[in-house]
């Protein structure tokens, strides 16, 4: 009589066990398990003469997000503020937002038209840190200071709202 109670134990604690470790809380998440979800991917560009176009033909500034895969805080950043923006309709009617993913193209067009690779592009335009924010005008010129790394959403979601506004009175002006 005693076997099948302990057994009827060692099935109930091995099966919370098991839903327990499904539903981890994101906090304790790895890092390197974190997936941002479909829906909220930036689209990736290698194109920034069409990015200009649109830029120009929309009179808004371009958003680059520069990342690599396996930076945690770029997936974050994507997850938590810049997929959120888009999903919303920031994009493309306030703010045109895209990703250059540094290690991953073998060739990408700059803004003059130039054929280099995602990194070399984001060495050329200063970024030595990801995620790193920069907007830009319809020909690839910063518009404001760039917005280097990421932790929560807190204040970060007012700073880049007003980088955002900021950038597109520069456009008006312009």
């Known amino acids: 009589m005693r076997y099948p109670v302990i057994i009827f134990l060692l099935l109930h604690l091995f099966i919370a066990t ?3 470790a499904g539903s981890r809380s994101p906090e304790m998440v790895d890092e390197d398990d974190l997936l941002v979800p479909v829906n909220l991917k930036l689209p990736v560009s ?7 176009r649109l830029s ?3 009179r808004v500034p371009i958003l680059l997000m520069f990342a690599t895969e396996d930076c945690h805080y770029c997936k974050r950043l994507e997850a938590e503020v810049l997929g959120p923006m888009r999903k919303a309709g920031v994009d493309p009617k306030r703010v045109i937002l895209r990703k250059v993913m540094m290690d991953q ?7 003059d038209g130039n ?3 995602a990194e070399g592009f984001a060495i050329v335009r200063g970024i030595e840190v990801v995620p790193t924010l920069q907007l830009l005008d319809a020909a690839g010129n ?3 200071p760039k917005i280097v790394g990421y932790q929560t959403p807190g204040f970060y979601n007012d700073y880049l709202e007003k980088a955002i506004k900021v950038s597109d009175a ?3 002006g312009k």
Do not use: Q, S, T
């Not at 290698?46 to 200009?52: E, F, V």
């Not at 193209?105 to 803004?111: A, C, I, R, S, V």
């Open 142 to 144: 910063e518009l404001v």
């Open 105 to 111: 193209y073998d060739e990408l067009h700059d803004f």
């Open 170 to 172: 520069l456009l008006k």
């Open 46 to 52: 290698n194109n920034m003469p069409a990015l200009g």
């Open 18 to 20: 098991v839903l327990a």
């Open 56 to 58: 120009k033909k929309n």
């Open 115 to 117: 054929i280099r690779n």
